[in-house]
């Protein structure tokens, strides 16, 4: 007595057909099994050969590049290179200007130590004794006490005279 069966795993992908031989052997049927793999096979083939066009085609997309896209790209590399221009020409007037500014101290320092020399040479050249000398022979004295008037200035380190100093 040969009847065919149907069976189906778990998952309900494979179909098993096989008959029974009498009441306990089976046999399976070979050729529709390795039909089925085979189909499973190429359904497999086809569904990678389709995402790889799928992402060939997703890959060739973004490689394209708009109109838009690239003005802008452009846009932005040059207003990147006018801003490092401008940031470099900063740079080189603000160690020019350093640069000028030690060369004033320097300058300066040089007309201080000249003019503390001469200042020097002035002293050293007045003969204040004979100054002096030559002033008592013209008639000038020491100032006595009763000429010397004192002030007391308040908040000030100066005083503005705006009239006569009233004599005692």
């Given at each position: 007595m040969k009847r065919e069966k149907t069976h189906y795993n778990r998952s309900g992908d494979f179909k098993t057909n096989y008959y029974v031989d009498g009441n306990t052997v089976r046999r399976?049927?070979?050729?529709?099994?390795?039909?089925?793999?085979?189909?499973?096979?190429?359904?497999?083939?086809?569904?990678?050969?389709?995402?790889?066009?799928?992402?060939?085609?997703?890959?060739?997309?973004?490689?394209?590049?708009?109109?838009?896209?690239?003005?802008?790209?452009?846009?932005?590399?040059?207003?990147?290179?006018?801003?490092?221009?401008?940031?470099?020409?900063?740079?080189?007037?603000?160690?020019?200007?350093?640069?000028?500014i030690s060369k004033l101290e320097s300058q300066i320092m040089n007309l201080q130590a000249e003019n503390d020399a001469a200042v020097k040479r002035i002293d050293l050249s007045t003969d204040l004794d004979a100054v002096r000398e030559q002033a008592f022979a013209l008639g000038m004295k020491f100032a006595t006490p009763e000429q010397i008037i004192y002030y007391t200035i308040k908040d000030s380190d100066f005083m503005d005279q705006y009239s006569e100093i009233p004599e005692k």
């Open positions: 399976l049927e070979g050729e529709p099994e390795e039909r089925r793999q085979r189909q499973l096979e190429e359904e497999q083939e086809r569904k990678k050969r389709r995402n790889r066009r799928v992402a060939k085609r997703n890959q060739e997309r973004a490689m394209r590049m708009s109109l838009g896209y690239v003005l802008f790209c452009t846009a932005a590399v040059l207003i990147f290179g006018i801003v490092c221009v401008t940031y470099i020409r900063l740079q080189s007037d603000i160690v020019g200007r350093t640069k000028n």
